[in-house]
């Protein structure tokens, strides 16, 4: 068995395994309760018994909303191995955004810019949205040293501002999070209460009270509570408001049900519910199910119900804003139109700019389905071969086939701008003996959305062993056209497939597709472009013992009909994500016993190696949302 050839796909052997039976949450604690037990050291029962938490590996790595293997950065930041680190504000878009006013009185051109200076100073910064910031008030919030009511006052952006309670009916612990971080309580609060308008203003005590109110929606992430989401001011009277009790800085060590990345320490019951109890989000990261209608991403990761279908995407694979969620999902009502600008919509229309820039994992729809048409005029389409399926001519429009001497024995995927990846071991360091063939369908004649573009430079990986097949995977540079920036003239049977950030945007099971002109069950090599699916195979491990290294995994076919020699080493494994977003998930390596139950293809993942392919390609042909 050669190196060069696919080497893929046994029968998977599932193994069913029994979930112990549901429990029913504990009542929530009292608020005495509560004050009582928070700053515990951490003595937690095993997640085992837990029908809400994962795995105590996975709690182990203290996940937080900087984890961005498994949730998005915000446009402000960006994700630099592994971990959401802060932009340069000049790096925000600016277009269509609008300006914002900062604490400081300054003008910044847009939210995203505020944020990103707020980030890197560690500093709350922004104030509100408006143009005239050096004569305006700005933005400030106090609490009740006694009862924890909270105030804020909200300017109009035209000088003046109201003077405003926070009602009840959204408050929750990831608002009050924030509320308590403005009064310099680190760890935020410890618990969340309303309070009855009518009955406080009957105390001579409060007779200076707002007569208003507004609701507030925060992620957990904000520094100040203007930079929530504020809905629509309301008249205060016959309403419950908000009120919170901080977390104390100390307090005598006790039990604890959850201690929190940032050792703050809540009750299980407010693990996995979508609401961002710890303040780092740490309670939402490693979940097998979610409490209270919250939304669970693949990921593991929990999210409030009002999340879904918020034209905003969470889920790192897209799937609180696939139509099959949003549509049987019980979306909330509760978020009405607002007076106020929304914060939400600029983090929204940032993306959405960020994004609009990459171009990735869509292919031209208007020629997927060409067909080829010989001289007699009738379709060349042929029958299920090994398993696979004949492509059409310009279907899989991210395929090239790697030349060297004129002759091809691997494939490889163009991921934007003029760089292909393919496997290490398809290439050496000699640029001139290799061409790169865009669109090319029958593997020894062009056709007429054929490219054929010359090599400038071959990247392999540095820690690449041959003997191994360790660290399989090479870049390589196309020569650029004269006087131009580009590789080749626009052509729409190519597009570009996405480069994956996170090892943890698809699962195990998850149906993905591969494709080559390699081997078919005879020995001989196909003559047009095949593809097939298989399935991504967790534990594999256990199949190829030391052999197999960091950066390798495993994916088949779960049936056994695709022969495992179909394809060409370096060929693409590509998955969709929920969007129908396609990503180069694996690059085909080697394997071992073709076609033998037991041993399945070994791919190189691509997102393990996310952070050289960026090093080399600069961001912008790196992936779709990692912007």
Known sequence: MTPESLFLLFLLILRSETSSPPKRDPPPPRLEQQIQQVGQKPTTTPEADDEFLGSQECLNKKLTRASCDLVFCPPWQRCIDGQCSCKPPYLCPLEGLKPVCGLNRKNYR???????????????????????????????????????????????????????????????????????????????????????????????RNQDLPSSCVSVRCQGYEMLLAECEIYDKQKAEGRKVAAATCYPTTAAPQACEFTCANTKCIFRNQTCDGVDDCGDRSDEMCCRKCRNGAFRCETGVCLHKDAVGDKQIDCVNGADEATKHTTSYN?????????????????????????????CGIPNEDLVDDVEVDERGRSSRRKRVVGGLPAKPTQIQWQIALEENRRIDCGGAYIGGCWVLTAAHCVRENPSAFKVKFSLWKKHRAQGTTDIVPVQDIHIHPNYVPTTYENDIALIKLQKLPFSEKCFVDNPAIRAVCVPWSTQLFQPNHTCSISGWGRTA??????????????????????????????????????????????????????????????????????????????????????????????????????????
């Open 522 to 627: 005879d020995g001989k090599a196909a003559q047009v472009l095949l593809w097939a699916n298989v399935s991504l195979i967790a534990g594999c491990e256990s199949s190829y013992a030391d052999r197999f290294k960091p950066g390798m995994m495993c994916a088949g076919d779960l049936d056994g009909h695709v022969d495992s020699c179909q394809g060409d080493s370096g060929g693409p494994l590509v998955c969709e994500d929920e969007l129908g977003v396609s990503y180069l998930w694996g690059i085909v390596s080697w394997g071992e016993r073709c076609g033998q139950p037991g041993f399945p293809g070994v791919y190189t993942q691509v997102a393990h190696y996310f952070e050289w392919i960026r090093l080399h390609t600069g961001w912008p042909a790196v992936t779709r949302f990692n912007t």
């Open 331 to 359: 979306v909330s009502s509760t978020q009405t139109p607002s007076d106020y600008v929304s914060r939400k919509n600029e983090t929204r229309s940032n993306r959405e700019m960020l994004e609009s820039k990459l171009f």
């Open 110 to 204: 847009s939210y995203c810019q505020a944020m990103a200076a707020s980030c890197r100073n560690n500093q709350p910064l922004f104030s509100h949205f408006g143009e005239n910031c050096k004569d305006s008030k700005t933005f400030h919030s106090s609490m009740d040293s006694d009862s924890g009511l909270i105030r804020i006052f909200l300017p109009d952006g035209a000088g003046g501002g109201d003077q405003l309670l926070l009602c009840g009916e959204l408050w929750d612990m990831a608002a009050a999070n924030v509320a308590c971080k403005a009064q310099t309580h680190t760890l935020g609060a410890a618990a969340t209460h309303t309070m009855d308008y009518d009955t406080l203003l009957a105390n001579s």
